[in-house]
């Protein structure tokens, strides 16, 4: 079983739909997780650390729900520069471990 | 957030040199830098965990004396692909993070690096 599972993707929709993306992991010693959000060919970048109460960044909602190794990513009115792929990051001791990541299309 | 920086962004050489990758954390100190590698429409995979005056830790089937890391200082990790080939042509990133309780990570922009 893979450390760090996403949806499969890719997710394509319209301009201002809302749309969800789950990553669960294997390791219930985990301490912190992250959504992280990467354009084609750059770097990751933070989109969120990811909270045990939730919380929320504009159209961002990040939830963690420890007891089923899960954690979730929420975006509401997507917008067209929303388009990128994300990745569920999961802190192990101090080691970063990746999500395959989900890759996101929203169209006009 | 932090600034983490990369130089060369990119690179392209011949098969059989020597590469050598810079990551610099500009605005805080690091005792921790990672380095990735991403194949294309791949996700990031943690190559080694460099560690400022120690050796570096290499992730299980990541030759350690074909990718050399040294840490020589609290800003400044070195990545040198020793010997590249067409394989090694890949994109490599860094990542530092302030010692924190969350351990944020960011990231530096990236080595594209092509072995012809």
């Known amino acids: 079983r893979k450390e760090v599972e996403q949806d499969p993707g890719p997710f394509n929709v319209p301009e201002g739909a809302t749309v969800a993306f789950n990553c669960t992991y294997s390791n219930s010693a985990s301490q912190s997780f992250f959504w992280y959000r990467q354009d084609c060919r750059k770097e990751p970048k933070l989109l969120m650390s990811?909270?045990?109460s939730g919380n929320e960044d504009g159209r961002f909602t990040a939830q963690l729900n420890r007891a089923s190794q899960y954690i979730s990513l929420l975006i509401r009115d997507s917008k067209l520069s929303d388009s990128a792929t994300y990745l569920c990051?999961?802190?192990?001791?101090?080691?970063?471990?990746f999500g395959a990541g989900t890759r996101l299309t929203v169209k006009p | 957030g932090a600034v983490v920086s990369q130089h060369p962004s990119w690179v392209i050489c011949k098969s059989g040199t020597s590469v050598k990758i810079e990551c610099r954390s500009l605005?805080?100190?690091?005792?921790?830098m990672f380095w990735y590698r991403q194949f294309p429409k791949q996700s990031l995979m943690l190559m080694a965990t460099?560690?400022?005056?120690?050796?570096?830790?290499?992730e299980q089937g990541v030759e350690k004396d074909k990718f050399l890391i040294n840490h020589a200082s609290l800003t400044l990790s070195t990545l040198t692909v020793t010997s590249a080939h067409p394989e090694d042509s890949s994109f490599y990133i860094c990542?530092?993070?302030?010692?924190?309780?969350?351990?944020?990570?960011?990231f530096g922009p990236g080595t594209r690096l092509t072995v012809l």
């Open positions: 990542s530092a993070g302030e010692t924190s309780a969350y351990n944020e990570q960011f």
């Open positions: 460099s560690n400022e005056g120690s050796k570096a830790t290499y």
């Open positions: 605005d805080f100190q690091a005792t921790t």
């Open positions: 990051v999961v802190n192990d001791n101090n080691d970063m471990r």
């Open positions: 990811v909270y045990s």
